[in-house]
């Protein structure tokens, strides 16, 4: 396992680099900021829908400048991935995306599907946001048993409560530098009245009803909490290749999961995995306690250097 846990370098970068590209790419959900260009990487672009309906989407939100920036979609999804290149002999080294994983209804379900249409031995990629730096501040932290939950009961039985806590507590702050400053400076300040309304409308009414905002709220080290629960429960057919977390004023964490089928069969391999992943979760929290740490004792110096010259003056 690649471990780069460096708090001042991009996790995005650090993730980019590891990637081939001149194997085959397939990049989820890119609208008009992909990972990768064309002409760059052997890179094709997937999404649930296709160019014409997402352009529509957004032309109706009125934001034009991003509908004319959309890049064509090449595979829509039907049903899943699976079933969509399942009369193909497509298939690829890496599958990618970034911001994506949590606006899925079932992650679980999605990581299970994907493992069909990779290559032996690839990779599945992720860019995520860390809620501790996002709108999604004061949202619960999705859990284990809230994936597996959905993953057992399906999606009717918990969407109305996703979209619940993301209607009452989502804030209107997304710059991540301010947050590692100050935290949250805002509060929710929800329409009450409107959210019951379109939550018992989902009850009511489930299959004629969407939700597109973000279902699952993570950050770095929760993340890492629910792929050692995924290990324990033998759910997916993975190692852990490499993990960054969220690095200083920014708000994304990352990470990359390698194809491995032995590890569903291998206790002891599983069992190693669950160790290394809460040795980089605890990792994680120290290096924090260290740069906040540092920070402060650099801002007494200074405070004590101020203090020295005021005195110096009134000498």
């Known amino acids: ?142 859990s284990v048993a809230d994936l597996y939950d959905v993953y057992v009961r399906g999606e009717a039985n918990n969407t ?16 991540a530098p301010d947050f590692w400053d100050n935290g949250a400076s805002s509060y929710p300040n929800p329409d009450v009245e409107s959210i019951l309304d379109e939550y018992f409308s989902f009850i009511d009414d ?5 939700f597109s905002g973000h279902y699952w709220v993570f950050t770095d080290q929760s993340f890492l909490r629910i792929l050692g629960s995924l290990y324990m429960l033998n759910l997916i057919p993975y ?8 690095s200083y004023n920014s708000n994304t964490f990352g990470l990359i999961l390698e194809l491995d089928y032995s590890i569903q069969n291998d206790s002891e391999l599983r069992k190693n995995q669950i160790h290394e992943i809460y040795d980089i979760h605890n990792r994680i929290g120290q290096l924090r306690f260290e740069k906040k740490a540092n920070s402060i004792i650099q801002e007494n110096i200074q405070l004590k250097e101020k203090i020295n010259k005021i005195t110096d003056l009134l000498k």
Not at 239 to 246: E, Q, R, V
């Open 1 to 142: 396992m690649k471990k780069d846990l460096s708090l001042d370098s991009s996790s995005r970068e650090k993730l980019l680099s590891e990637i081939d590209t001149n194997s085959k790419i397939l990049e989820i959900g890119p609208l008009n900021n992909p990972m990768f260009n064309k002409k760059d990487a052997n890179v094709s672009y997937a999404d649930i829908n296709s160019t014409e309906d997402i352009k529509k989407e957004y032309s109706f939100l009125g934001q034009q400048d991003l509908v004319d920036s959309i890049v064509p979609i090449d595979f829509v999804i039907e049903d899943s991935y699976e079933n969509t290149f399942k009369n193909t002999d497509i298939r690829f080294d890496y599958v990618v995306s970034s911001h994506v994983l949590e606006h899925i209804p079932n992650p679980i379900d999605h990581l299970l599907d994907v493992s069909k249409i990779l290559n032996s031995g690839g990779k599945v990629c992720f860019l995520l946001p860390d809620k501790e730096f996002t709108f999604d501040y004061y949202r619960e932290t999705s």
């Open 206 to 210: 489930f299959d004629n009803n969407y």
């Open 160 to 175: 109305p409560r996703f979209l619940l806590d993301n209607k009452l507590f989502q804030i209107n702050e997304n710059y």
């Open 239 to 246: 190692k852990l290749f490499s993990f960054y977390p969220t």
